[in-house]
């Protein structure tokens, strides 16, 4: 038995193995950057050391950091969760050389099949069906435009580190090339640590249908049925469900065995997911995501197997106690994301101060977070609050309790995706079952989104009033582990929240109220604002330059996610107030348009 694991990971995923952890009797140890001082995966550990600063590569991607603050807590084992360094084996080689367990399968098991093109060759060699595409890592421009010559365009360029929508991008013509291949490099290296990419044909309309898998080191693999994670938006995952309503008894039988096959031809051990597209009644292998996902609750829930925990008593030797045959899928079980971002605004990320969180509750309502009311959003990482799960005895049963559970989600302070999630529960394609990854990118119409919001949306200012007790939060620091004291000051003026729960009232300045007044942006012409906290990753326009309606004039990057921001008029830019590597908040003006 582990006595002690540090979970190398932030947020709701980070609670969620520590609960785990707890219930096995096991201690716990979180890892945090300055950014998340406060956060709630470091109060509910038993232990916390900062890592460094916000930025994912200096902290939570910082193999060193992460390995040195296990030594100094003294833990036996590091969980990786998901994200961050959950799939670099380089990562999983450090922490077996620091003589430190990892909660996960090997190096090697991580380099034949995390990355994705060598996953690839060990599926076909293993007799699964893949989607035409390479088998080796594309390096330049030219290599997507010469693929996308032979098999036909659209084509996706992927980066092999990746999962979850992160770092792919899609490319409809040869013109496009050089620009998305350098977009998924920089996606991969900043999410992954990984900028290799490769390229695959991209399937028109397909069904995205995932199975759970489970390993132990004595040779048994068990699937545990599928999950559904079709209803996307730019390849993000939104709702996810098991079990699929699209697929027959045969191709379910079918698919899951592939998967159970493909993982046990490579010695895999441990949680992992061999994800499929569905096309026309035929599948093709997709990709291995080794390490636990965001959705294995859906699995948890109609199957009554704590995947974590199987992660941890596979990683400390035990045999898996349940045979194939054992494992049955009880009812239907949906995730909905409930994430910071308006929905009504192409999704953009939302930050700001948690002024009301009151999650619901009720038979066959499930929820994983991290946080508490008056908790801020902010836009460093991605932007999920929590994670809502809903069982039912069958996917009606489930419909109507998700409508129930969230009409009970009550959240003030930030804009959610609660709204679009209500929506969806009345939409005939997705209540029917018979949406494709394309349907919400380019069926749904937006202005029923835009309606939605309206409805049943609220604004997310993050102000509030002058509070008469004031909770003033010291934190310290000795040899980098953190410490926390509590003060309670009564009848005191309200100070700046530093992540506790206590908000002030008085307005944040913004980026033009700070300098300046000779930088100040002009006020005639038409100004292109920032739609989200974010840093600009590029400028592609300058004073003097032509542009049309619909150019892309400068990409922002924001939770990790690149955003093309474009013109909103035709004319001449008679301003530029970024550049390549500036922080800016909502609402900065970035170009101005005459």
Known sequence: MFDKVLVANRGEIAVRVMRACEELGIGTVAVYSDADKNAGHVRYADEAYNIGPARAAESYLDHEAVIEAAEKAGADAIHPGYGFLAENAEFAGKVADAGINWIGPNAESMEQLGEKTKARKVMEAAGVPIVPGTTDPVNSGE??????DEYGYPVAIKAEGGGGGRGMKVVESADEAQD?????????????????????????????????????????????GERDCSLQRRHQKVIEEGPSPALSDDLRAEIGEAARQGVKASDYVNAGTVEFLVEDGNFYFLEVNTRIQVEH???????????????LRVAMGEELDFAQDDVEIDGHAMEFRINAE???KQFAPATGTLERYAPPGGIGVRLDDALREGDKIGGDYDSMIAKLIVHGKDRDECIARSKRALKEFDVEGVVTVIPFHRLMLTDDHFVAGTHTTKYLDEELDVSRIEDAQAKWGTEGDGAAGDE???????????????????????????????????????????KSDSEDSGSAAPTDGEQVAAEMQGTILAVNVAEGDEVTSGDVVCVLEAMKMENDVVASASGTVTHVG???????NMGDVLIVIE
């Open 342 to 344: 308006n929905a009504a």
């Open 143 to 148: 290599e997507v435009k010469a693929f996308g």
């Open 578 to 584: 970024v550049s390549e590597g500036e922080s800016v």
């Open 297 to 311: 609750c859906v699995t948890e829930e109609i199957t009554g197997i704590d995947i974590v925990k199987w992660q």
């Open 468 to 510: 008469e007790t004031v909770e003033r939060e010291f934190v310290v620091e000795v040899n980098g582990k953190r410490f926390e004291v509590n003060l309670e000051e009564h009848g005191a003026p309200a100070v700046a929240a530093t992540g506790g729960s206590k908000k002030s009232s008085a307005p944040r300045p913004s």
């Open 180 to 224: 998305q291949f350098e977009s998924a490099q920089r996606e991969g290296e900043a999410y992954f640590d990984n900028p290799s990419v490769y390229v695959e044909k991209y399937l028109e309309s397909p069904r995205h249908i995932e199975v759970q898998i489970i390993a132990d080191k004595h040779g048994n693999v068990r699937h545990l």
